[in-house]
């Protein structure tokens, strides 16, 4: 199955379930979703459930909120978050605070979901990544799937639950193949231990944890080390619990993301590694992370502006020499 | 209009006003702070779009003390959220511009302006959806009208031909902006007429908003689509209580103040509906009771435990 | 229109129609990537819109390449920028979406839908603040026509009476989108009826789009302020080269197609001008040989050394 | 003078300087601005100078975007922060993006200024600080300005230099008393030593700079060790050389900032610190910083929503105990 069945699945079932859940966004209903994600679900369900909107994402967003006071559930598509931005303004003063502001009197049963990251010469306008400005928002959980049963099981958690979820995939993953494991329960706030090693926690999400996964081999040959790569998947709430124990065991923390380093996600880890963790530390903790630029169409100057697996490993092999790792 | 439902209008207006009058005095003794937007001036409108619309939903701006008193909420539970108290609609955590009660049907107290709009349209639409028969009211200031929510939501509401019911507030400015200034029109209906009807009131005469509110009301109610109603009115004070409003001059002020809704509506209960001054006295007396207590059971509520502050973040604990 | 324009404008528009398909077989091939919205179909209207507004500024969509060429910028650095070369008019940078040249007042290239007609609306209070006698041209699809800015920005052009040309491509279509699904109208100019002067205008009549929008420029430069004008017009093609476009049926491609803007300008140079079958031909192969260069030009030139990644960050090292 | 007279002057002299500087912005000419920022320059440079904009920031800054273009240099008052959000869009997409996509064609000399933070029971929507989102843009210069003499010629610079600037300033700063110093240059890039010492790094910005100034006192004298206090001044770029050298004296970091913890902006320094200065640090860094839940409106909420000089204090000693610094 790959990952944007996986979404398919998780939405066909919420909606099977219950009536009040519904979709909307530019072209998800008749056309099917510009990634297909909602492929098919018009015909099974309708235009009154698929909704497709005009190009106007503080609509989108604005009225997912009202759909979720109105006691439907919502789950609103933007087409990439480059485009979210038009909505940030609903997202962060409406969607992420009535809850809080009105003492609980309003509960906003919603997910605004979309791609986001570098894909293949997209350009400046669409290749960004904006988990680092929802993940600090009190009031919304962001959650960002790097695998077909993680994007499953947290999307359909996410849309019958009743809190308001960001919901971020990433455009490469879309064909990502994979399997749902349907007989263990998973809990979307965990973090996921991709591999199991002892000498080194490399702490990453969405597509980079494939990249992480395709540089470890050599990584662990080359330094005579294991690594043990932690999927986030939470990014709001963190599961530092887990976090904490790879790192008492490793003492070493590297911590990759797509996005730009200046302000990146990817601080908030490190910052705490270093203010909770530090007697537990050996070693210097390392970021890697994309350059603090615009992304530019050319694909090398494209592929020089974020970590590929190449760099993830020069980088920690040149990391791993340095601080004795 | 029944003289009990006349009655019941001016009663509102007048426990809007002194409402308003104590939430004034008690922000410059310090027991309010942040903003405070008063509707002094505009309780007519205020009372009777509440009283037009009983059952629907409402959203609306920061400007909604009379609106949610009249909407049925307990004065003292409003008041209560203006001192910061844990007795008041949200707890303390709101405050005067984030008043939110869905047991009434009350959706905000929303700061920023034009962004309860959007949420409205979507609450439309859910109404549709479930087949309800209620629609949903928006009410929104002129400044609202040169935002890109209000007119997405004209575009939308129109296309889906939501029960929706545009209300616009246009007392000609936005804080110290007088709205032609930077917008072409005098009427923000002007706007709306391609997408929708569009109806104009005087926001000042109370009975008159009502019957056009219900008018419109029933529109969307029988799947006419959205309307459209703008009400021209006046408020007294300054945008808030930081805002001296010396922006407008004393001729203006006076041409105001002669159309106050409160004497014209009063005036109505004498002449057409026969009540007696002593009557009229009576519902006045009850009102600032009705204020009185609010200020006393807001005075002597207790605080929000500093717990709280943690309280609410999510609907349950992830 | 006299001969020489005419025979310019079919020039212009055969050199689009080659261009993009030369930018399709080499999107096919590898040579360009991400998104490629291409304007066949619509060649008439974007030739004539840049002869019609020969001198104001531009600014545009992501569906620019054939505005860009017939502005006057080089077809081959224009085709170099697609194939992401240091040649390209954004040095690789930007790509075909992204199109700037301020030399030919020419801002865009933005892959915001919408976000480029607040920049017009700056650009002509500049125009207007600093006197200058040109205004300013915005083009958008009727996808635009949906969202808070596009709405924003009419309101405030025509409260300031800007010199802005607010020019309309509606195809019908965003991406799988039509128009009538999401707006109450099929055509958009109905939005800007109570702001402004609205002009509709055949899209796929490169003559008639020149002439409506000269009289159109006339006006704004005359202190008239905004303008709207409408092209109803049809795109060949998916909305970008990932989009199979089969939403719409095999009739309403060929109803399209018997609009085609080239073979209306190729009978009318026959007819009007009466230029040879020998003379046309002669102009779509110096087009042809135009974009064969443009394609050798592109293919040779070299990419961006890998420091550039880190230039133009800001004006000069801060 | 006041802060805001401070601003005033720079604006004031920018425009007497240069005709192309304009103003724009809700209630920026006729009423004067609403923390009273613009009052005066209307009746000098008139109301084409001074434009009053409709509600529409995404407008506001749209169109600030376009006069840069044209030539002009647009100056956009957002009223505050909070509001700012519906303009992202533009700031991010826009502003902070058409000079590099454009491979430095386009030169948009233009300022974008807003007061944020937590002022008096502005309650949710009125009380954010978005530093972190902003400065983790490429392509925008963000300078953050604590004081008098900053604010002056940090505004002053901004408005006449070619980039496009964010400008922040504090609500709660406008009254702030200083002096302008005319004699000595400012290099707005370069963050400011408040306060020398050699035992504890204390870095800081906007109001939260007062705060820790007023703590500082009492901490030197508990713990019987020396702060050096440092006004971060431009959040981006990052004067990291200052930094490096009084970390370097004095090896133990802490970071102060008023908006909340969760990747909040604080989390890049320390990330900083932990990744390039490891080696030098004596003691866990210390991040202070604003609890993670929207603003409330009640005062006590409000205050325990946020860093106060008591919580510094109280946080600093503990820090200084447990870390034996
Ligand atoms: C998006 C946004 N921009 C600016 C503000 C600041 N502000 C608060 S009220 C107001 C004026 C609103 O005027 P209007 O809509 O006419 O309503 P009125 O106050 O007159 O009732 C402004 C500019 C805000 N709250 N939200
Ligand atoms: C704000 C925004 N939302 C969504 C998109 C994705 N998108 C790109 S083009 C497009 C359709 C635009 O249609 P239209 O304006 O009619 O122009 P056309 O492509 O037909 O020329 C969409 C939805 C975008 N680029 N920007
Ligand atoms: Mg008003
Ligand atoms: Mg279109």
New interface residues.
């Given amino acids: 199955m790959l990952y944007r069945e996986a979404l398919n699945r998780a939405i066909d079932e919420a909606m099977e379930i219950d009536s009040d859940v519904v979709v909307l966004g530019e072209d998800v209903g008749l056309y099917g979703g510009s990634y297909r994600v909602t492929e098919g679900l018009v015909s099974k369900y309708g235009e009154e459930r698929l909704i497709d909107t005009p190009i106007a994402e503080l609509s989108i967003v604005g009225n997912a909120v009202g759909m979720a006071i109105g006691g439907l559930r919502p789950v609103a598509e933007i087409m990439t978050v480059n485009f979210a931005l038009l909505a940030f303004d609903q997202i962060i003063n409406h969607m992420a605070k009535y809850h809080y502001m009105s003492a609980g009197k309003i509960t906003l049963p919603m997910v605004v979901r979309f791609p986001q990251g570098v894909s293949r010469q997209l350009a400046a306008q669409h290749s960004e990544s904006y988990e680092q400005m929802l993940s600090a928002v009190p009031g919304l959980i962001v959650f960002a799937a790097s695998d077909v049963n993680y994007a499953y099981h947290a999307l359909k958690y996410a849309i019958l639950s009743d809190d308001p979820v960001i919901f971020i995939e990433h455009e490469l993953l879309y064909n990502k193949k994979g399997e749902i494991d349907l007989n263990t329960e998973l809990d979307p706030f965990k973090a996921r231990i991709v591999k199991k090693g002892k000498d080194i926690t490399i702490v990453s999400y969405l597509k980079m944890v494939d990249d992480v996964m395709e540089a470890v081999p050599e990584i662990e040959k080359q330094l005579g080390k294991s690594c043990e790569v932690i999927d986030l998947c939470s990014l709001n709430p963190i599961d530092f619990k887990t976090l904490e124990s790879s790192l008492k065991k490793t003492g070493a923390i590297v911590v990759v993301e797509e996005d730009h380093k200046m302000g990146g996600y990817g601080a908030q880890i490190v910052s705490w590694a270093a203010e909770e963790m530090f007697y537990s530390l050996d070693a210097a903790p390392l970021r890697i992370a994309g350059a603090d630029v615009t992304i530019p169409y050319n694909r090398r100057l494209e592929l020089a502006s974020i970590p590929t697996p190449e760099e993830i490993k020069a980088r920690i092999l040149a990391w791993g020499a340095e601080n004795g790792v | 209009m029944n003289k009990m439902l006349a009655e019941e209008i001016y009663y509102d207006m007048v426990l809007g006003r002194f409402f308003e009058l104590a939430a004034k005095e008690h922000y410059m003794a310090g027991d309010i702070?942040?903003?405070l937007h008063l509707d002094i001036g505009q309780e007519g409108f205020s009372v009777a779009a509440m009283k037009a619309f009983a059952k629907g939903?409402v959203?609306t701006t920061y400007r909604e003390h009379v609106m949610a008193i009249s909407r049925g909420m307990d004065p003292k539970a409003v008041m209560a959220?203006l001192f910061?108290?844990v007795s008041g609609?949200?707890?303390?955590?709101?405050?005067?511009?984030?008043l939110?009660?869905?047991s009434h049907f009350f959706?905000?107290g929303?700061?920023?302006?034009?962004?309860q709009?959007?949420?409205?349209?979507?609450?439309?639409?859910?109404?549709k959806?479930?087949e309800q028969q209620d629609g949903?009211m928006v009410v929104f200031g002129d400044?609202?009208t040169?935002?890109?929510?209000?007119?997405?939501?004209l575009?939308?509401a129109?296309?889906q031909k939501l029960p929706l019911l545009f209300l616009c507030e246009n007392n000609g400015y936005?804080?110290?902006?007088k709205i032609t200034?930077?917008?072409?029109?005098e009427k923000q209906a002007?706007?709306a007429?391609?997408?929708m009807l569009t109806m104009e009131v005087d926001g000042m005469d109370a009975v008159a908003v009502y019957e056009t509110l219900r008018e419109a009301r029933h529109l969307i109610e029988d799947g006419h689509g959205p309307v459209f109603v703008e009400a021209m009115l006046c408020r007294y004070e300054g945008h808030s209580m930081s805002d001296p409003g010396n922006?407008r001059n004393k001729e203006e002020m006076k041409i105001c103040k002669e159309r106050d809704p409160i004497e014209r509506m009063e005036k109505m209960l004498h002449e057409t509906y026969l009540l007696s001054e002593e009557e009229i006295d009576a519902l006045r007396q009850r009102a600032q009771r009705a204020v009185d207590d609010a200020v006393e059971f807001a005075s002597a509520a207790p605080?929000?435990e500093?717990e709280?502050?943690?309280?609410?973040?999510?609907?349950?604990d992830?």
Same sequence: chains 1, 4.
Avoid: Q, W
């Fill in positions: 702070a942040g903003f939903d959203f959220e910061g108290k609609v949200s707890r303390g955590r709101g405050g005067s511009m984030h939110f009660d869905p959706y905000g929303d700061a920023i302006v034009g962004g709009i959007p949420n409205a349209v979507g609450c439309a639409y859910a109404r959806y479930k949903v400044g609202a040169n935002g890109g929510a209000f007119f997405e939501s575009n939308i129109s296309a936005a804080i110290g902006t200034r930077v917008s072409p029109f002007k706007k007429e391609p997408y922006y605080e929000p500093l709280e502050l943690y309280d609410n973040i999510f609907s349950k992830v």
